[in-house]
């Protein structure tokens, strides 16, 4: 499936195959979209972005912050099943 769709609560997602920094070998966990952030990038007005990310709970749990889940880039998922 396309990765590059827009992800909503409660969709199956994993990490591309080869996404261009090392994921732990053997690790491929699934994860769920529990929601939506939009993250302000830079300190300097005049060149702020905003980024655009989703929030995973994966089934590993070290892969998840403190908070239980991990913020992620949605170009970094694959959709494997839609909720």
Known sequence: MD????????DLVRYIKKPKYVIPHHENPIGIILGHES????KDPKHQAIMEMVK?????SKWNLGGGAAVEHPDDLALIQRS
Do not use: D, E, N, T
Request: charged share 10%.
């Open 56 to 60: 995973v709970r994966w089934s590993i």
């Open 39 to 42: 993250l302000l990038i830079g």
């Open 3 to 10: 990765h590059k769709c827009i992800l909503q609560i409660g």
